[in-house]
């Protein structure tokens, strides 16, 4: 029963953290470490990172583990969730309008729309075209049928 709770939170929440398994089932910790280590021993799941490791059921794509990876990042979530929200409309934002919204730092935002804008989530644009300063380069998402699909398979 133990076990099926934590394999079925894996299930549910590709990606989550070891001590979000805990919080999430009530479990103690070395509940949660036993049936982790009768998973990955089974190959029933698989670990991705060391340090802070996240756990993915067999069947996930390495790509795809990246991916949710990168998205299972609080500030990059809210990030991504806010450039989606506006996706339908075409609509860029400034790295300074995303600071705002957020509320996190400008170095911290600079950050995650790099990784955001490497793994292809978010583009940079030109947001107005007569201008070519580079306070003018905005981001929205990159493939917003693609995401839309990705986030309903992954629950994020």
């Not at 580079?134 to 629950?155: A, C, M, P, Q, R």
Request: hydrophobic letters at 35%; charged letters at 30%.
């Amino acid at each position: 029963m133990r076990k099926e709770k934590v394999m079925n939170l894996i299930r549910k929440i590709p990606g989550i953290s070891y001590n979000e398994i805990v919080r999430e089932t009530n479990l103690s910790n070395g509940v949660v470490s036993h049936y982790l280590i009768k998973l990955l021993e089974k190959g029933e799941i698989e670990k991705e990172g060391i340090k802070r490791g996240k756990y993915f059921v067999r069947n996930i794509s390495k790509k795809d583990r990246e991916i949710i990876t990168v998205l299972r990042n609080k500030t990059n979530n809210e990030i991504f969730h806010l450039l989606m929200k506006y996706s339908k409309k075409d609509i860029a934002f400034t790295a300074k309008e995303i600071q705002k919204k957020v509320k996190k730092s400008g170095s911290t935002i600079s950050i995650c729309l790099k990784i955001l804008q490497k793994n292809n989530i978010v583009e940079r644009v030109i947001m107005h075209k007569k201008s070519k300063i580079t306070s003018d380069l905005g981001y929205k998402i990159y493939n917003e049928k693609l995401w839309t699909t990705f986030v309903g398979k992954y629950n994020l």
